[in-house]
């Protein structure tokens, strides 16, 4: 049972992910296309409704900000309070961090992050007030409201006990922001190429991507070449002629995102001792070897006897003493012969009949690596 154990366990962690890494898939699950428009926004607000759990304020140790963005607050509403008499602990204040979706334009709907600046204990329950974001040089895009979303409490009682399950400082708001303005280059510029970034740069993948896009667009009348590979991470694409509105350009691209195209990856091994976790490629070949393997076993116990003197004796005392029984154990070496260009899977049926336990094939890899017959990248975590 534990053999067909082993078996099960070797065969998947050798073959599991990377079995189909010669399959072909879209382009569209290995680019992004060029998102000029995904800008990273950022705003100041105020969580409120939080049960007690809010900044503090009438402390040297409290956060000042937040006194002074409630007073501006309700200045706006004609009601002034003075700050000494404010009290915090139901408000926070809080960062908002975003990235807009790309070709989004007025009116589009986006996820955005709250995180606590000042010294709040939870954001749990509490709901972000109208707060606006802005680009980077300071221009406003977007807005931001909505209950706060933290998945997880920190509850203190007065006693001190401490009851805490995930993070409560940061949270989220879902479709909390909607952009109140179009971002620029927010539509295809027809005269000029976009750019395909790979999601995992390498030189043949790009090359094979360019070609496949060519070869789906000739013709037998025409030879444009409408995509070029310009480095390992980006594939250039030009817009047909007859491209003429965005809508057109809009159909040209989703006509190459489902373009297949096989992906090629790199001869890896990856390894991590802490958990006995081993990974390889489909494409990972090994040489001619050698592999034989024995456990050698050393038991030593030590036993203690009680040693009395002789009846009569004079000066005699009663001991304990160890004796000491030391045992070894070697089993017999097993022996397996892997032939050159070995793949995965017969590794794996040869590694079954040593019998070997993840961490036994961790150091069989290494030894491979050693003696330059492992064909692939060895990656030890």
Known sequence: MKKNLLKLF??????????????????KDIVSVENANQISLIGYGLVIGLDGSGDRSGSRRGAIFTV???????????????????????????????RIPAFSSRGSQFDVTVSSLGDATSLEGGVLLMTPLRDPSGAEYAMAQGPVSVGGFNIQTVGGEKIKKNHS?????????????????????????????LLKPDFITSKRIAEKINQSLSTDTSTVHYAQPVSPGLVELHFPDSAKTQAQAVTFIAKIETLLVRVDTDARVVINERTGTIVAGGNVTIDEVMISHGNLTIHTRSVPVISQPQPFSQGGQTVVVPVTDTQVKENIARTAVLKQT?????????????GLKPRDIIAVFQSIKQAGALNAKLIIN
């Open 169 to 197: 400082l940061v949270g989220r708001v879902p479709s909390g922001g909607y952009l109140t303005a179009d971002p620029p280059n927010k539509n295809f510029d027809l005269n000029q190429a976009i750019n395909l970034h």
């Open 10 to 27: 070797v065969g998947a962690i050798l073959l599991g992910l990377f079995g189909q890494a010669q399959a072909q898939v879209r382009i």
């Open 342 to 354: 070995t793949t995965v899977s017969e590794l794996a049926s040869a590694m079954n009949t040593l």
């Open 68 to 98: 002074q963005t409630i007073t501006n607050m309700l200045e706006k509403f004609g009601i002034t309070v003075p700050r000494e008499k404010l009290r915090t602990r139901n408000v926070a204040a809080v960062m908002i961090t975003t």
